[in-house]
C-alpha cells in the first residue's frame, strides 16, 4: 500500500513536469529573434503580401496570447480578445487532439517525421548504449576485482581515453578508417536503391550501416560505465560483510554475483537511467557525421529554421523520455534499495 | 557464457563486413551522386532550397530549357510566334509527350499550371516569375496563348521554373499542403524512391519525347558531413559529387581515378562589399535613419578603397584560390551578359595613399588613422556582416589589415542575418557591409538592386542613385532585341563600374568532381560547370 502511494506520488510529479515543459517549449522557442516566414531566406523579392501569406498559414499572424502580440521583439497585445484566437491556445488544443502541427520547412506533419527519425534514433543508440552498457560493465567489474594490477591500469587508461576523445573527431577517424579498409558505408542507414532478395540481405546492409556510427558511440560511452561501474564496485569490496563471505570460503564468482553487484549497481541504475532518458535526442555529432537521419539532426536543423512545430515536438518528445526514464529508475531504485522506500 | 556471446557477436560483425560488397542491384547502371543537402519539399510552390529544384529540372519540364552557354531552347513546345506589339506570345505545344503517369501533356496543362502560379497566394516564389502575366488560354490540346501586361525582353528566364504539372492529378489536391512525394511530370527522369533527408532516387524515362537518358538511373544521396561527402567519392561509393569543401580540392586532384571540375556555377552568385552611399536628400523618410561614413559619399574615398583591396589575396585566403577576381554586381556566370571588357582597378596602395592625399583627407593627428578634409571626423567605417556566413569573417580581418595600410580604420562586427537587415535597407545605418546576392539567369535583378527607385524599398544596399543609369535601366527593360538589350546592360556596367559603387571581391567559383573509372561523357566543356544538370545526366554513359 505505501509503495502504490508512492508510485502515484511520482507519477503525479511526472505528469504535472510534462504540462509544464508544454507550456515552456511554447515560449522558449518564441523569444528566439527571428522570423520564420524568412528565415533561412534572403529573397528580396519575398512581397510583404507573400510573406503576410506564410504567417497567415502557419498562424503566425495570431497574437502569442492574451496581452502579448509577440515575445521577440516583445510587443503588448490586446488583453481582451478571445483566447481561443491566441497561438498558445490553438497550440494546447492541437496538442491535446494528438497534432503535433506542419513542418515549416518541409510541409510534412511533424508527428510523420519524429517517428520516423525517432525509430532510428532508438535503433542507433539502443543498440550502441546495450553495449557500452554490457561492456563497460564487465570492464569495471573486471577492473575492480583485479585492482592495482595491470589488468586494472590498462582498463582505466582505456577508459579515461575514451570518455575524453572528441565525439566528432573519433567519427571521423572511425570512418575514413572503415570505409577504406573495411568498405564500410560512408552515411545512411541503407543503400539506397538497393533490392533486396531476403530479409536477410535487408537486416544485412542495415547492420553494416550501424556498425561505424555504433562503435564510435559505444567507445565514447564505454568509459563512463566503466569508470562509475569500478569505483562503485571497488567501495563495496571494501565493505566487512564482503570480507565475512570471503571468510566463508566462497567463490570470486559467488561474491560478486550475490553480495557485490546488487549495491554497486545503484550508482549505475541513475546514469543508465538518464542516458537512456537523453537517448531519444540523438547523438547530433554522430549523427551528422555519418549522415543517420535521426532526431539529433532534426532538432538541430530546425533550430537554424526557425522550424517551431518541429521544435516543439522534439523538445516535448525529449522531455517525456527523460522524465519518464527517470520514473522508472526512482521506482527500480526503490526496488533495489528498500531503504528508499521507508524514507 | 559472456566470452560466447563476445565471440558470436563479433562474428556477426565479421560476416556483416564480409558479405556486403557494393549491392548492384538490379535497377541497372545507376548513377550515384553525393551531395550536402536534400530538398526541403518536392512541392515546388513552396520549395525554397536549390535542391529541390535540381530535382525538379530532371523530373519536370518547362516551356525553355536553359543551356549551360546561357541560351534558351524550346522544350515542350516547337514553335513560339510572338505579336507585333510584344505583348501575346503564342506556343505550339509538341504532340506525343507524355506523364510519367502515361495521360498526355496538353496545353490545358501548361495553362492550369500558369494559373495556378500566378494564383496561388501561398506559392511566394514562382508567383514572382508571373508578375507580367495578364491572360493565359488553350483554345485547343496544342495551342498556348500567352498575353503579358507590358513588353519583356526576358520571357524565356520568366518561364524558365514555371514546370508543367499535370492537371489531372493537381486540380484534385489542395496545392499547398500536397506533398508531391510521387512526383509526376513529363521529364527524362522520373521519381522512384524518395527518403527525405536521405536519398532520392530517379529512374531514366526510356523513349522520352526529346532525348532519353543513356543511364538507367540516378540516386542522389545526402552527406551532413563534407568530409564524409568526398570520402564517398574517393572510396567509390558515389561517382559525382556536386560540392566539396575548398580544402579537399587539392587531395582529389591528386587521385587519378578522380577528376576535379572547377568554374562559374550554374546558378549565379556574387559577393560584394558594401557602402553606404545614400545621399541625404534620397533617405527613405519613413524608415530611413542614414548615418552612413560623409567619406563614403566620396567617389575618390571609394576608389582609393578598390586599390587598396588585394583581391588576389582574399581569394588565395578566403577561396583557397578557388574564385575569379569580381568587377561588377553581374557575375561572370551570367554568360553573355557579363562585361568581361572592363579593366579591373590594380592592387596599389601608393595610388591609394596618394589619392587619399590629394583629396585631402590627411592623418593631421598622427595617430595613423586619416581625417575628414574638414578634420571634423576620422576615416573610421564600421563593417559588418551576417554572422552565418563562413567566409565574410576572414575577409573582414584582410580587408582590416588592407585598408589600415592605407589610413583606413574598420570597426568588425558581425551580425544576426536579422539585425544586419534591419541595420541595412531602407534603413542606411551602417558603413559597411559584406555580404551577397543569388541570381536568375537573367540580369534583370541585379540590375534593378542599384536603382534610385529601389533606395526605399530595400532592395537597394548601397543607395546609389545615376539619372543614367536609372534611364539605361528603363531602355533595357523593353528592349526585345537581345544584342542590342546586352549593349545596355554591359554600359549600365561600365557606369556603376566607374562610379565604385561596390566592391566586388570575387565571384566564388563551383568546385565538383567525378570518378573517371565509372561513367563518361560528363559535360566540362560548357561556359558553367553542372554535373548534375540535365546536360550532363542525358548523355553520360558507363565506363566499357
Redesign the interface.
Given at each position: 500500500m505505501r509503495y502504490f502511494r508512492i508510485v502515484l506520488r511520482k507519477l503525479a510529479w511526472a505528469v504535472f513536469t510534462v504540462v509544464f515543459v508544454i507550456c515552456l517549449n511554447f515560449f522558449l522557442f518564441r523569444v528566439l529573434?527571428?522570423?520564420p516566414a524568412?528565415a533561412?531566406?534572403?529573397?528580396?523579392?519575398?512581397?510583404r503580401?507573400?510573406?503576410e501569406?506564410?504567417q497567415v498559414?502557419f498562424g503566425l499572424d495570431k497574437p502569442v496570447i492574451n496581452c502579448v502580440e509577440s515575445l521577440n521583439p516583445f510587443t503588448p497585445g490586446d488583453c481582451l480578445i478571445n483566447p481561443l484566437q491566441t497561438q498558445f491556445f490553438i497550440y494546447v488544443s492541437n496538442l491535446l487532439r494528438g497534432e503535433l502541427g506542419?513542418s515549416y520547412?518541409?510541409?510534412?506533419p511533424v508527428a510523420t517525421?519524429l517517428r520516423e527519425q525517432l525509430w532510428n534514433t532508438i535503433l542507433l543508440i539502443g543498440v550502441a548504449q546495450v553495449l557500452a552498457i554490457v561492456l563497460g560493465m564487465?570492464l569495471g567489474i573486471a577492473a575492480a576485482w583485479k585492482a592495482r594490477t595491470p589488468i586494472d591500469y590498462l582498463a582505466l587508461l582505456g577508459s579515461l581515453m575514451a570518455w575524453s576523445l572528441p565525439t566528432f573527431w573519433l567519427g571521423?577517424i572511425l570512418?575514413?578508417w572503415g570505409?577504406?579498409s573495411?568498405?564500410?558505408?560512408?552515411?545512411?542507414?541503407s543503400?539506397?536503391?538497393?533490392?533486396y532478395a531476403t530479409l536477410w540481405?535487408q537486416w544485412?546492409?542495415l547492420?553494416?550501416h550501424l556498425?561505424l556510427p555504433t562503435l564510435t558511440y559505444t567507445i565514447v560511452f564505454l568509459g563512463e560505465y566503466m569508470l562509475i561501474m569500478r569505483s562503485a564496485v571497488l567501495d563495496v569490496l571494501s565493505e566487512d560483510y564482503i570480507l565475512t563471505a570471503k571468510a566463508k570460503g566462497l567463490s570470486t564468482f559467488q561474491i560478486l554475483k550475490d553480495h557485490a553487484l546488487q549495491n554497486a549497481m545503484l550508482p549505475m541504475v541513475t546514469i543508465i537511467a538518464l542516458n537512456l532518458g537523453f537517448t531519444v535526442a540523438g547523438a547530433i555529432q554522430i549523427?551528422?557525421?555519418?549522415?543517420w537521419?535521426g532526431l539529433g539532426?532534426?532538432i538541430f536543423d530546425a533550430v537554424g529554421r526557425r522550424d517551431y512545430p518541429v521544435l516543439q515536438g522534439a523538445f516535448l518528445l525529449i522531455a517525456v523520455a527523460v522524465i519518464l526514464a527517470n520514473l522508472i529508475a526512482d521506482l527500480f531504485y526503490s526496488y533495489l534499495d528498500p531503504r528508499v522506500q521507508t524514507e | 557464457m559472456k566470452l560466447k556471446q563476445y565471440l558470436a557477436l563479433c562474428l556477426l560483425i565479421f560476416l556483416l563486413v564480409a558479405c556486403g560488397g557494393r549491392d548492384s542491384g538490379d535497377g541497372g547502371v545507376v548513377l550515384n551522386v553525393g551531395w550536402a543537402g536534400s530538398p526541403d519539399t518536392l512541392n515546388l510552390g513552396v520549395a525554397v532550397l536549390t535542391e529541390a529544384y535540381t530535382i525538379a529540372e530532371l523530373v519536370y519540364e518547362s516551356m525553355y530549357q536553359l543551356n549551360l552557354d546561357g541560351t534558351y531552347t524550346l522544350e515542350v513546345a516547337d514553335t513560339v510566334l510572338l505579336s507585333d506589339d510584344g505583348l501575346v506570345y503564342t506556343y505550339k505545344i509538341r504532340n506525343g509527350i507524355t506523364f510519367h503517369d502515361g495521360e498526355p501533356l496538353t496545353a490545358r496543362d501548361v495553362a492550369f499550371s500558369y494559373r495556378l502560379y500566378q494564383e496561388q497566394e501561398g506559392y511566394p516564389f514562382l508567383s514572382i516569375y508571373t508578375y507580367y502575366f495578364d491572360t493565359i488560354e488553350a483554345p485547343d490540346d496544342s495551342t498556348l496563348v500567352l498575353t503579358l501586361t507590358e513588353p519583356i525582353p526576358n520571357i524565356e528566364s520568366q518561364l524558365l521554373f514555371l514546370y508543367i504539372l499535370p492537371e489531372h492529378i493537381w486540380s484534385e489536391v489542395d496545392p499547398v499542403e500536397y506533398e508531391n512525394t510521387e512526383m509526376i511530370g513529363s521529364g527524362p527522369f522520373k521519381m522512384k524512391e524518395y527518403r527525405q533527408n536521405q536519398f532520392v532516387h530517379l529512374e531514366a524515362v526510356k523513349n522520352h519525347h526529346l532525348q532519353s537518358p543513356k543511364i538507367d538511373g540516378v540516386i542522389f544521396r545526402t552527406y551532413d558531413n563534407q568530409d564524409a561527402l568526398v570520402q564517398a567519392l574517393r572510396t567509390g561509393q558515389v561517382d559525382m559529387i556536386t560540392e566539396m569543401p575548398n580544402t579537399a580540392v587539392a587531395t582529389l586532384r591528386n587521385d587519378s581515378n578522380i577528376e576535379v571540375v572547377v568554374g562559374p556555377p550554374l546558378a549565379p552568385s556574387v559577393t560584394d562589399i558594401i557602402f553606404n552611399q545614400v545621399l541625404p536628400e534620397n533617405c527613405p523618410p519613413d524608415d530611413g535613419v542614414c548615418t552612413g561614413h560623409p567619406a563614403l559619399l566620396d567617389r575618390t574615398v571609394r576608389l582609393a578603397l578598390s586599390h587598396a583591396t588585394d583581391k588576389q589575396q582574399i581569394i588565395d585566403v578566403v577561396l583557397l584560390g578557388l574564385g575569379a577576381p569580381g568587377l561588377t554586381l553581374i557575375p561572370d556566370s551570367l554568360g553573355v551578359f557579363y562585361n568581361d571588357s572592363l579593366v579591373d582597378y590594380a592592387y596599389d596602395p601608393a595610388l591609394a595613399n596618394r589619392l587619399l592625399d590629394e583629396a585631402g583627407y590627411l592623418d593631421t593627428n598622427g595617430d595613423g588613422v586619416r581625417e575628414m578634409p574638414d578634420g571634423s571626423r576620422p576615416l573610421t567605417l564600421r563593417m559588418n556582416w551576417p554572422s552565418d556566413s563562413t567566409s565574410a569573417p576572414r575577409m573582414a580581418e584582410l580587408l582590416n589589415s588592407m585598408w589600415g595600410a592605407v589610413g583606413v580604420r574598420t570597426e568588425l562586427q558581425a551580425l544576426d542575418p536579422d539585425a544586419l537587415t534591419a541595420i541595412c535597407c531602407p534603413s542606411f545605418d551602417f558603413d559597411v557591409i559584406l555580404w551577397g546576392w543569388g541570381s536568375d539567369p537573367d540580369p534583370g535583378f541585379l540590375l534593378s538592386v542599384m536603382l534610385t527607385d529601389e533606395i526605399p524599398t530595400g532592395n537597394s544596399e548601397t543607395g546609389y542613385s545615376n539619372p543614367a543609369y536609372d534611364a539605361l535601366y528603363r531602355q533595357q527593360a523593353v528592349e526585345l532585341d537581345k544584342n542590342k538589350r546586352i549593349e545596355l546592360i554591359w554600359e549600365m556596367q561600365r557606369i556603376v563600374f566607374e562610379d565604385v559603387v561596390y566592391i566586388i571581391p570575387y565571384y566564388a567559383q563551383e568546385t565538383q568532381a567525378y570518378r573517371v573509372d565509372r561513367f563518361t561523357g560528363w559535360r566540362t566543356d560548357g561556359d558553367k560547370v553542372a554535373l548534375e544538370d540535365p546536360s550532363s545526366l542525358l548523355v553520360i554513359e558507363p565506363v566499357k
Open positions: 529573434p527571428g522570423d524568412r533561412g531566406i534572403r529573397d528580396p523579392r519575398l512581397t503580401q507573400a510573406i501569406a506564410i498559414r506542419i520547412h518541409s510541409n510534412r517525421i564487465t571521423i570512418l575514413f570505409s577504406t573495411l568498405g564500410l558505408p560512408t552515411a545512411g542507414k543503400t539506397p536503391g538497393a533490392n540481405q544485412a546492409d547492420g553494416r556498425i549523427e551528422s557525421v555519418f549522415s537521419p539532426k532534426a | -
